[in-house]
């Protein structure tokens, strides 16, 4: 069986080092905001080229602290609206709400599966705020033309980076912007739990949230704002910072996979997904389309290669979101009834990337 992502394999070669990162962490007897965590913050935030890191619990939390920061700031308010892309995955649309505000669901181009810039500015009205990109599946959005539209109409640019760890690499602009990003162990830099961090080069913003991921507080029982608990424990930390050092060659690696996945998967049944073939896509997620997507899907597991569907309901059909469910967002619609995501990570061999081509050319 080759399986869509074998987690035990990405993590086993750091089996030691971690145990004894976990001996380090006893020894010390110090388990929440300590010197690990200071440790990942400066290189993350140096990975990234940004001047702030500051680790949260998840990368939920991370999306909300930044919403509460810029409300705390006077830059949002309660009821304000902000622009997402009608195609993600549910965190991004959940962390709008939670901090207050309203998401306004914007399609996504079918080519890249990301907003469609085209699309944003007739959603726009006195009540915009923001703009959420989501770099879904690993390919960076197109940001020259977002950042166009966001100083065009005075918006902050939030980016829910949570499944494109390092495909900020080539990209450098001056553009103010803060950037989520989620640790969970499915992701391109994963911990062994939950984890997530906020990089950004917004001074202001950093030292607001550096504050409210820790119940609002600087100075321990002095409270300035209404914070949570939401931090990136030292463990954690420790884990990351073993693993942070491999993340472009890992994502080198999918980036391998995906180039052979491209040329050589022929098969007119088969839509493969757009890349340019720059840095700017780290293949979180390799996902094709399909008319007969199910039919695909058993098939590929009649022959052993687990597959996985990112994601088969869209955010405005979820039962949660009743008073969407009667919007129509047709290519959103068409992408969540015909994406199959192949196997795709770093630790995936030739030989296993042979077969699942052989096998999708033969369907
Ligand atoms: C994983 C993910 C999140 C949430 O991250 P958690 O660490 O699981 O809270 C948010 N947005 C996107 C696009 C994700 O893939």
Same mark, same amino acid.
């Given at each position: 069986m080759i399986s869509f992502l074998d987690l035990k394999k990405i993590n086993e070669p750091y089996e030691s080092a971690f145990q004894e990162k976990l001996k380090k962490v006893l020894e010390n007897g110090w388990y929440i905001l300590g010197t690990e965590l200071q440790t990942f913050e400066e290189s993350f935030a140096l990975f990234c080229n940004k001047k702030h890191c500051i680790g949260t619990g998840n990368g939920f939390d991370a999306l909300v602290l930044i919403f509460k920061s810029y409300i705390e700031l006077g830059k949002l308010k309660k009821g304000d609206e902000v622009i997402v892309p009608a195609n993600t995955f549910i965190a991004s649309i959940l962390a709008v709400m939670q901090a207050g505000l309203i998401p306004v669901l914007v399609e996504p181009k079918i080519e890249t599966y990301n907003i469609n810039p085209d699309l944003i500015q007739e959603k726009i009205t006195p009540k915009t705020r923001a703009i959420l990109l989501v770099h879904l599946y690993g390919q960076l959005a197109e940001m020259n033309s977002i950042h166009e539209i966001a100083l065009k109409n005075n918006l902050l640019v939030i980016e829910d980076a949570a499944q494109s760890h390092g495909a900020h690499e080539s990209y450098k602009n001056s553009f103010n912007s803060a950037v989520a990003y989620s640790f969970y162990p499915g992701k391109n830099l994963g911990c062994l739990g939950d984890g997530g961090a906020v990089v950004t080069d917004d001074e202001e913003l950093a030292k607001v949230l550096l504050l409210l991921r820790n119940y609002g507080s600087e100075k321990k029982y002095h409270n300035d704002f209404i914070g949570v608990n939401s931090r990136l424990d030292e463990l954690q930390a420790s884990f990351l910072n073993l693993k942070l050092p491999n993340l472009n060659r890992d994502n080198d690696k999918r980036r391998a996979v995906a180039k052979r996945y491209l040329e050589e998967i022929k098969n007119d049944k088969i839509i493969l997904p757009f890349w340019d073939f720059s840095n700017n896509h780290v293949f979180h997620l390799f996902v094709i389309r399909t008319e007969k997507r199910d039919d695909l899907q058993q098939y590929l597991a009649e022959n052993n290669i687990q597959t996985v569907i990112?994601? !088969?309901? !869209?955010p405005h059909r979820q039962k949660a979101f009743s008073d969407w469910n009667a919007l129509s967002f047709p290519i959103t619609e068409k992408i969540h009834n015909e994406v199959l995501s192949l196997p795709m990570s770093p630790v995936l061999t030739e030989k296993e990337v042979t077969f699942i081509i052989e096998i999708l050319n033969r369907y």
């Open positions: 990112h994601y !088969p309901i !869209p």
